[in-house]
T-cell receptor
């Protein structure tokens, strides 16, 4: 399957600082990437759809000014958590779809980034 | 009503037995269906995809889809301790075109 890489895998930051998470598609070009958040013992919650060359589409209830998404190239999307607070501590996972599968094909996930805000 | 529903478990299965996981979805026009396995602290890993009614087998895994009943299931034969994980059902297409809707997951525990 397609390979998606995410970095960093773990990050600890102080409250009020910003944290950037990178998501790369390694062996294919991804015009669309998806960012999920997962709290302990809960399922994945879609935060936003990242579109190469245009603005991200955010799900209802997700603050676009707090979770900045940049999809500057066909292989890289970044999520920046701005002015992080302890309640932002979570597991953030990016994903992308292999273009060969079309718009209803499977998603491949990055390794995830565990954010802890002190 | 949640869009994708799964029993949360845990589902306890003796080693070597068959684990049966169920998933129902609400969007009748959904077109693709996936099972992901997620180990604790890790990201989901795709194990099966199914697009048409019937069964699809891949090794010890069999996915079953019944669109009329809006039901998709996963069977794990000869369960191994390494199969202990949370299994997420995901549905694509329909109203949420292009986005995957995930169930809450079923925790499977395979006991030696």
């Amino acid at each position: 399957g397609a390979v998606v890489s995410q970095h960093p895998s773990r990050v600890i930051c102080k409250s009020g600082t910003s944290v950037k998470i990178e998501c790369r598609s390694l062996d294919f070009q991804a015009t669309t990437m998806f960012w999920y958040r997962q709290f302990p013992k809960q399922s994945l919650m879609l935060m936003a759809t990242s579109n190469e060359g245009s603005k991200a589409t955010y799900e209802q209830g997700v603050e676009k000014d707090k979770f900045l998404i940049n999809h500057a190239s066909l292989t890289l999307s970044t999520l920046t958590v701005t002015s992080a607070h302890p309640e932002d501590s979570s597991f953030y996972i990016c994903s992308a779809r292999d273009p060969a599968g079309g718009p209803i094909g499977e998603l491949f996930f990055g390794e995830g980034s565990r954010l802890t805000v002190l | 009503q949640k869009e994708v529903e799964q029993n949360s478990g845990p589902l306890s299965v003796p080693e070597g037995a068959i684990a049966s996981l169920n998933c129902t979805y609400s969007d009748r026009v959904s077109q693709s269906f996936f099972w992901y396995r997620q180990y604790s602290g890790k990201s989901p890993e795709l194990i099966m995809s199914i697009y048409s009614n019937g069964d699809k087998e891949d090794g010890r895994f069999t996915a079953q889809l019944n669109k009329a009943s809006q039901y998709v299931s996963l069977l794990i034969r000869d369960s191994q301790p390494s199969d202990s994980a949370t299994y997420l059902c995901a549905v694509n297409g329909g109203v949420s075109w292009g986005k995957l809707q995930f169930g809450a997951g079923t925790q499977v525990v395979v006991t030696p």
